[in-house]
């Protein structure tokens, strides 16, 4: 993965750090430029669901290198108001 950023939706699993064995959603806030590792970062934002709403803020530490994107969450919710047929009236 490129360089990570704000905005951007993550897959973070046990390849970016063994604390996730249950895989999880996060979407970054900030790229904190705290000092680590080569190869790790800490990342500052929200895990979120399926659908994309944040459950829970959170702080994570991870390498870069297991770092996947996220592909984007489905929309839910009512499709675009439908345009009723036009009336024109011929003469």
Same mark, same amino acid.
């Given at each position: 993965m490129a360089a990570v950023k704000a905005g951007d939706l993550l897959y973070v699993t046990r390849e970016a750090s063994v604390?996730?064995?249950r895989p999880i959603r996060f979407r970054v806030i /900030?790229?904190?430029?705290?000092?680590t590792y080569d190869g790790w970062v800490w990342l500052d934002g929200y895990e979120t669901n399926e659908k994309g709403d944040?459950?829970?803020r959170r702080s994570i530490f991870v390498m870069k290198a297991g770092l996947r994107s996220a592909p984007a969450p489905?929309?839910? &919710?009512?499709? &675009? /108001?439908?345009r009723a047929p036009s009336r024109r009236v011929t003469a």
């Amino acid at each position: 993965m490129a360089a990570v950023k704000a905005g951007d939706l993550l897959y973070v699993t046990r390849e970016a750090s063994v604390q996730f064995i249950r895989p999880i959603r996060f979407r970054v806030i /900030r790229v904190l430029d705290w000092i680590t590792y080569d190869g790790w970062v800490w990342l500052d934002g929200y895990e979120t669901n399926e659908k994309g709403d944040a459950v829970a803020r959170r702080s994570i530490f991870v390498m870069k290198a297991g770092l996947r994107s996220a592909p984007a969450p489905a929309m839910v &919710g009512q499709p &675009g /108001r439908k345009r009723a047929p036009s009336r024109r009236v011929t003469a």
